[in-house]
């Protein structure tokens, strides 16, 4: 069996007219990993592609199109799991790397470490011949309109990721975002920590999204272990209703080693998309 599901964030659109562009890029992202997998790739380069495409695309709050932190600039995090060897990498703090979910894999497969940041993350960037761009590639008119009105949408974060198995049974979680608009400089959210934001073992994998600060109370992606002996749809429920009693807010996706899928949020909406083997076009929705 293979699988993915992707999902472009949790929250709210920042208008209705977004919603059916974003949708469709949920439903591309999705099919461009699947095929990966189809031909063999692995589940690591099907998540890392699919993540890419969202980073690429300047709607989503990952790479290209990052909400500003309160300083006007853009500060991006990642993170990647092989659930196979559980193996991981991440990176914060980063403001020239294009494309940050290329920086995780190569901390996960390059560097002795598990996690980079700032300036140190960007050094390896450079010696690994990662694309490095001006801060302001990432700063689009619009985000820029955000920033200048001061505020911060914590809401309206749209941090992107995927979850693959492959047809070695492997599975990887990846996850790309800019945080939290009009954050403190240097601050981290979930989404580079392992366990909070992304999770990947031989059962499962997961990524969340939403309000990193709440995400982390709850541990959110690893927290699914404790309910996955029930399947994995029971346990995506108990966690994000765990996550509601605590009265936090995100939502979050997970695939397990069958290819069963599940996704389920707590925040207005969550852009999301899926393909699996059997279907003939990927699927999608908030
Ligand atoms: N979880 C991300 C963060 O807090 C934001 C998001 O999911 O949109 O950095």
Known sequence: MIAIIVHGGAGKANSKEEIPGRIETCKYAAKTGFKILKNSG??????????KIFEDDSFFNAGKGTYLNKKGEVELDSGIMDGESLKSGAASGVKHVKNPILLAKMIMEK???????????????????????????????EKREIYL?????????????????????????????????FKEEGRVGDSPIIGSGFFANDI????????GEDIMKAVLSFRINLYIGKGIEYAVEQTISDLTKLNGKAGIIALDKQGNMAYKYNTEMMFYGFMKEGMKEPEGGI
């Open 149 to 181: 009105k001061k505020l911060n949408k914590i809401q309206e974060s749209d941090t992107v990721g995927a979850v693959a198995l492959d047809k070695k049974g492997r599975i990887a979680s990846a996850v790309s975002t800019g945080g939290t608009p």
């Open 204 to 211: 499962y994998g997961a990524v969340a999204t939403g309000i």
């Open 42 to 51: 692995s589940a690591i380069d099907a998540a890392v592609e699919a993540v």
């Open 111 to 141: 560097s002795p470490h598990r996690f980079l940041i700032s300036e140190g993350a960007e050094e390896f960037a450079m010696r690994n011949q990662l694309e490095i761009v001006p801060n302001s590639y990432f700063i689009t008119k």
